[in-house]
Structures are given as structure tokens and as C-alpha cells.
């Protein structure tokens, strides 16, 4: 199981963006098929830390969607994020996104 810390930053984390300025794929989560059938529904925020070479140092909770299968998904696809370096200043830097990961059935 990934790690699921309390909300807020540490200097560790590196500069706060966006995912689409740190150009990332974001493939979908996989909606756990049990919580299909019990219409489970939600919304949860992924703190994702990119390393400088682009790769996920970690991916941690930001805000939980209340319900620890779709907040089990949402960590799992943030594992699956890949992006390329941040480069500020023409340096690769690490970097934090918030990744929001939405559960709907239709």
C-alpha cells in the first residue's frame, strides 16, 4: 500500500505545478469493480512528487475521497503518471502536482 500523509507541503516536495505544465501522462484510474457494484462514487486528490528525471518519488493523499477503494485507485494511477523532467532556469528540478481522480458511474 502507498503512503497517505496529512495535508500540506514540505520543502522536500519541491516546487508546487500543475500536471499539465510538468507534461505528464495521466492515464485513467481503474474503477475497483466492487466498489461499482456497490455504487460507490468520489472524488480524491493525489499529492504526485516528481523527481528530476521525471519519475514519481511519491503519491500520497491530499484529500481523501472517504472511501479507501477509490482512494486505493486514485494512488495507484498516480503511480502509473509518467512525465518528463521539470526544467526551470534550463535546470531539471523536482517538482509536486495535485492530481484529481473522479469516480462517477454512468
Given amino acids: 500500500?502507498?503512503?497517505?500523509?496529512?495535508v500540506g507541503g514540505s520543502r522536500s516536495e519541491g516546487k508546487t505545478v500543475q500536471l499539465?505544465?510538468?507534461?505528464c501522462l495521466v492515464p485513467e484510474p481503474i474503477y475497483p469493480s466492487i466498489a461499482r457494484r456497490m455504487?460507490?462514487?468520489g472524488k480524491t486528490l493525489v499529492r504526485?512528487?516528481?523527481?528530476?528525471?521525471?519519475?514519481?518519488?511519491q503519491a500520497s493523499l491530499a484529500?481523501?475521497?472517504g472511501?479507501?477503494?477509490?482512494?486505493?485507485?486514485?494512488l495507484d494511477a498516480a503511480q502509473?503518471?509518467?512525465?518528463?523532467?521539470?526544467?526551470e532556469s534550463g535546470v531539471a528540478i523536482k517538482v509536486t502536482?495535485?492530481?484529481?481522480?473522479?469516480?462517477?458511474l454512468e
Fill in 63 to 65: 484529500q481523501s475521497s
Fill in 39 to 41: 455504487g460507490e462514487q
Fill in 97 to 104: 502536482a495535485i492530481q484529481p481522480y473522479i469516480f462517477r
Fill in 1 to 6: 500500500m502507498l503512503s497517505q500523509s496529512s
Fill in 20 to 23: 499539465s505544465q510538468a507534461q
Fill in 48 to 57: 504526485i512528487v516528481i523527481n528530476e528525471q521525471g519519475l514519481i518519488n
Fill in 80 to 87: 502509473k503518471v509518467r512525465c518528463k523532467p521539470f526544467v
Fill in 67 to 74: 472511501l479507501p477503494r477509490l482512494d486505493q485507485a486514485a
